[in-house]
């Protein structure tokens, strides 16, 4: 499978962005997904993840409120809507696939090393 993140840009702080991951291959549904971000000089982080289902859902706390994500099984695409965005919020984001058909319907996954598949990335700017 291969993932394709766009919309990243750059925006003022409290405005929103939407980042789409666009999948390859005919299992989409078959797929947990996660977003991640990396800021420069620090570690990739974990930022939401979305079940197979589309039923559960799970943010770091940092985000939660703030950012959204769903996934459209028509499109084969994954979604991070994103809020009253921070300064703290710029980094490269990536988007992560776990599957096909690995653990329930409701799983999610938080941990880098969960993810079997990667994106290369889409880089998100938030001026003050």
């Known amino acids: 499978v291969q993932l394709v993140e766009s919309g990243g840009e750059l925006v003022q702080a409290g405005g929103s962005l939407r980042l789409s991951c666009a999948v390859s291959g005919r299992t989409f549904s078959a797929y947990v997904f996660g977003w991640f971000r990396q800021a420069p000089g620090s570690d990739r982080e974990y930022v939401a993840s979305?079940?197979?289902?589309?039923?559960?859902?799970d943010y770091v706390r940092s985000v939660k409120g703030r950012f959204i994500v769903s996934r459209d099984n028509s499109k084969n695409t994954v979604y991070l809507q994103m809020t009253s965005l921070k300064v703290e919020d710029t980094a490269l984001y990536y988007c992560a696939a776990r599957g096909p058909y690995d653990g329930n319907r409701w799983s999610i996954h938080t941990g880098t090393d969960a993810y079997w598949y990667w994106g290369r990335g889409t880089q998100v700017t938030v001026s003050s």
């Open positions: 979305i079940s197979r289902s589309g039923e559960v859902t």
